[in-house]
């Protein structure tokens, strides 16, 4: 009954911005550590930011100074703002939660164009 539903992703030009929503649902939010992870074709899945349930963070070295993730707990919801996009930053962002079991969202689309 675990599910994260994420919306925000979509086609932007290098150096512009995005915000990725994942709303949560069927856990115990609050209490769980939440993260984002990205895939480009070919590539590893790899962390992008994580944030935990006492609110400190941690983020790709890539990604540092231009991605902030955070959270609200009253709305079951991690965001992350995705600013100076490059298009390396090219590939599908998933919502991952942590529990006794890494739970994952269906990923969104981010595509940056150069």
């Known amino acids: 009954q675990v599910q994260l539903v994420e919306s925000g992703g979509g086609l932007v030009q290098a150096g512009g911005s995005l915000r990725l929503s994942c709303a949560a649902s069927g856990i115990s939010f609050s209490s769980s550590v939440m993260g984002w992870y990205r895939q480009a074709p070919g590539k590893q899945r790899e962390l992008v930011a994580r944030?935990?349930?006492?609110?400190?963070?941690n983020y790709a070295d890539s990604v540092k100074g231009r991605f902030t993730i955070s959270r609200d707990n009253a709305k079951n919801t991690v965001y992350l703002q995705m600013n100076s996009l490059k298009p390396e930053d090219t590939a599908v962002y998933y919502c991952?939660?942590?529990?006794?079991?890494?739970?994952w969202g269906q990923g969104t689309q981010v595509t940056v164009s150069s």
């Open positions: 991952a939660a942590d529990r006794s079991v890494r739970y």
């Open positions: 944030i935990m349930y006492g609110g400190s963070t």
